[in-house]
């Protein structure tokens, strides 16, 4: 499970576009990463809009921003055209980012327990540390509350 101040872990997705993220790459560049339940659901449409919005103040900032779920990339692709994203989503379909990052959780919801993915956000430092991150993240204000955060660094 990700702790701040410990190197991210690493992995390797497929990304919206084409192409593979390696996060190891990124190295020398502060990331943002969003974790996220699923495409094209209400709260889920606010953030990615809201990130894709901010993007450009990220880039001002130095920080690369990509939004990660369990789905599919053809789903992602459609998602992204769909809502004129401009954020990279990243397809993490095994789950392996989600459970070595500790996104992945029992959740309760109209009386049913099940798994998914607890929405949160990880800021990366150049050197590959996580400097901070957010647990069951609310959707109003979040972009802007990371970006000051990224901006800080």
């Not at 576009?17 to 699923?38: E, K, M, N």
Request: with cysteine.
């Amino acid at each position: 499970m990700a702790d701040t101040h410990q190197t991210a872990p690493d992995f390797s997705l497929p990304a919206t576009g084409g192409g593979t993220v390696t996060l190891s790459d990124l190295r020398g560049s502060a990331v943002v990463l969003f974790f996220y339940p699923r495409d094209d659901t209400s709260g889920c449409t606010k953030e990615s809009i809201a990130f894709s919005e901010s993007l450009g103040e990220f880039a001002d900032a130095g920080v690369t921003v990509f939004g990660i779920s369990k789905d599919s990339m053809a789903k992602h692709e459609k998602f992204a055209a769909k809502h004129d994203l401009k954020v990279t989503l990243l397809s993490d379909e095994d789950g392996s980012a989600c459970e070595d990052f500790g996104v992945w959780k029992e959740k309760k919801m109209y009386g049913k327990t099940f798994m998914g993915i607890e929405r949160s956000t990880f800021l990366i430092n150049a050197d590959g540390q996580i400097v901070q991150e957010w647990r069951k993240v609310k959707v109003p204000g979040h972009a802007e509350a990371v970006l000051d955060a990224a901006r800080a660094l």
